[in-house]
């Protein structure tokens, strides 16, 4: 079918992609035979499934994506990042949803993939950056909540997301192999390898995967239109002269389809091509510790249409065939210097970041082929930043940053009022954190207080079909978002029991408002906005072992805020949400059970959201029971297996696009997507 990847098209790519990891690892096993004077670090298979992460410190949490988690094993970024406590995703079929992170939304969240920016290019996110991201394919997962860091590009005044993938250490000449296969129910099939080959000077990396899933059914037995395919490739190529230098090549490609139940059209295609650039030298002198230095590229290459993964209805607004095909090219850099005296730490750098967006497409069948591409929009960024360390006392730390950045926009669509004209904003930032150890209780204590200016982002400029009253749009209307936020907490770690709380309260002056309206024919209208808004909330949990083999661990979530100019709710914001877990481990295997409980949303603003979705009914709580176990073969060997919904409940997320009537859902009465029913899922993890 036009405008869509032939699903065996994406499985031979698939195929090739694993073909094509296997042939590095044993040339490189070729040459060292018995795998002796290997030096490579390999990390050991836990035999547990993970249902909780604590913060690893004060206001971050890092962990390894590569885990097994419950529930299944996520199939892009967001599906990753609502595992973690105050995060959670607008749904809108059985991928690429979009992460939520205590009710902040898009570029509030700065998440970068080994330290470049993957900007998706669909009006209405369909192909949001966490789409292009492949969770197991990284080494590690960080996460920073609240403006308490200035040193990874504009915004983020939500929080920051890594994902990294760590430069390969070999001693001798050596390889390792990563490897995991992946089965459940839904005709869910996914595969991974990640090997690597190298000696104390040079090393080369394939990292490839691909995920595939059928329609599922939900709770009552329906089948909800959400199957996908896609596959991701990439290779890293380092120099490490010795010990303390490294130059690393990277470059990747991807693509895939998914449909959408929560949509109106289906994505046909998410061509990725990415490439970057870094060099890194350590130890360079008493004071001068590091110099980083990076380059990147990514590009999106996005086709949505309503006849490749669909048959249109053949009336109403979306009856004939159509398609539209955007992409959107990024290329930044950045460079930091790390100086380190007796007390005190010094990060100090600038980075770069320019964006483009086209789009072209029409009536038909492959309309779009052929057709010239219209630039509509284009955006620069040049930041200055510094992050200071001070090391007051053995159990006082205080850490304070500030960044300047100078944003702008063009206008290029020519049937805007606004058209050929230029924006352009100087925008400040910054936090200060203090940060105690108490000894005596095991614990460390932090408050911070930060502050962030973010420029408006592509969808909000030009995505609403209005701006503000008395604006010719929202390129015209709409101010840069300012948001000043108090975060506070507490970690404790004891021999048995680790505890940790975190909370925030703040103050958001020109939130970025969508409204919508259904108008003439029944087309709805969007209408940005900027109101002042307040939010609090926080996050805890606690992990407690009860015996040398029992475990249980809890987490809660609450998010609130409120539109204070019009004295509503604050649209878009995820309920109460708990974990319970239960572990039990022995040995090389463990079995564990977890219970989510989410309570009902009852403060909801009707019609309003942002450029994804919006409010449209109160929602009711749920709670889903799973069981999963692992059981560790030998230390390259891991086996495990779970059983999602067990109870094969009926429910629906409150963040949550309506079903689409091109499905058959109600084209008048909004109806949620409902979530999968019952599942089964198993892999297996190798390593050697």
């Known amino acids: 079918m036009s405008g869509c990847i032939p699903v065996s098209a994406l499985s031979l790519r698939g195929t090739l992609a694993v073909l094509c990891g296997s042939l590095l690892a044993p040339m490189a096993l070729a040459a060292e035979p018995g795998h002796e004077g290997h030096d490579h670090d390999l990390a050991e298979l836990s035999p547990t499934v993970i249902t909780a992460v604590a913060p690893s410190s004060p206001l971050t949490v890092v962990t390894n994506p590569k885990d097994p988690r419950q529930p299944v094993p996520a199939s892009d970024g967001a599906d990753y990042l609502k595992t973690i406590p105050g995060f959670s995703a607008i749904r809108s079929g059985g991928t690429n949803g979009d992460p939520v992170l205590r009710g902040m939304f898009g570029s509030r969240l700065n998440i970068l993939t080994n330290g470049g920016l993957m900007l998706g290019a669909c009006p209405n996110r369909m192909d949001a950056p966490t789409s292009y991201i492949s969770p197991e394919t990284y080494d590690r997962l960080t996460v920073i909540k609240g403006p308490q860091s200035v040193i990874w590009g504009p915004g983020g005044s939500a929080g920051t997301i890594l994902f990294e993938r760590e430069p390969e250490t070999f001693g001798t000449l050596g390889s390792r192999v990563n490897a995991s296969l992946l089965a459940g129910s839904n005709g869910r099939f996914d595969k991974v390898l990640d090997a690597a080959a190298g000696n104390s000077k040079a090393y080369a990396r394939f990292v490839g995967n691909q995920s595939r899933a059928d329609d599922y059914d939900d709770g009552n037995g329906d089948t909800v239109p959400s199957r996908w395919d896609k596959w991701n490739g990439d290779v890293s190529l380092g120099w490490t002269p010795d010990a303390d230098t490294l130059l690393e090549l990277t470059a990747g490609k991807g693509d895939g389809e998914a449909r959408y139940a929560g949509r109106g059209m289906d994505g046909s295609q998410f061509k990725r091509e990415s490439l970057g650039l870094r060099f890194e030298k350590s130890n360079l002198g008493e004071v001068l510790d590091k110099f980083e230095a990076q380059v990147y590229y990514n590009y999106a290459d996005h086709v949505m249409d309503n006849y490749s993964l669909r048959t249109p209805s053949g009336s109403g607004m979306m009856g004939m065939p159509m398609v539209s095909n955007v992409d959107r090219r990024t290329l930044g850099a950045r460079i930091k210097a790390t100086w380190r005296w007796a007390d005190v730490q010094l990060i100090s750098g600038l980075d770069a970041q320019t964006n483009e967006h086209r789009k072209r497409g029409g009536m038909g069948v492959d309309a779009h082929k052929g057709q010239a591409w219209t630039k509509d929009a284009d955006f620069h960024n040049y930041g200055v930043f510094s992050e200071l360390t001070w090391y007051a006392s053995g159990a006082d730390r205080l850490i304070t940053g500030a960044r300047l950045d100078r944003a702008s926009a063009r206008d290029f669509r020519d049937s805007s009022a606004t058209g050929g004209d230029t924006r352009a904003d100087t925008l400040p930032s910054g936090f200060v954190r203090y940060e105690h150890d108490l000894a005596a ?247 050697f």
């Open 441 to 687: 209780l095991s614990a460390t204590s932090y408050i911070g207080l930060g502050h962030a200016q973010r420029f408006p982002d592509y969808w909000e400029l030009f995505s609403p079909s209005q701006g503000p009253a008395g604006s010719a749009n929202a390129f015209d209307g709409i101010k840069p978002e300012k948001t000043t936020q108090l975060d506070f907490g507490i970690q404790y770690r004891g021999e048995r029991l680790e505890a940790w709380a975190s909370g925030y309260v703040g103050q958001i002056r020109d939130y970025i408002l969508f409204d919508y309206r259904t108008g003439m024919m029944g087309m709805s209208t969007s209408q940005a906005q900027n109101i002042d808004a307040r939010i609090m909330g926080g996050e805890l949990g606690t992990a407690y072992k009860l015996s040398e083999n029992w475990k249980a661990d809890a987490t809660l979530a609450y998010a609130w805020g409120k539109n204070s100019s019009d004295g509503k709710a604050l649209p878009q914001m995820p309920p109460l949400e708990s974990r319970l877990g239960l572990t039990y481990s022995q040995d090389n295997w463990s079995t564990g059970a977890l219970w989510r409980l989410v309570t009902a949303q009852q403060r909801i603003a009707e019609n309003q959201g942002n450029v994804v979705g919006k409010d449209y009914e109160k929602s009711a709580g749920f709670g889903v029971f799973s069981l999963n176990g692992a059981y560790k073969v030998n230390n390259n060997l891991k086996l495990s297996a779970g059983v999602d919904n067990l109870f094969d409940k009926a429910y629906a997320e409150h963040l949550n696009l309506a079903g689409n009537a091109g499905f058959g859902y109600p084209a008048t009465d909004p109806q949620p997507v409902g979530e999968p029913g019952r599942t089964f899922w198993t892999k297996v993890d190798i390593s």
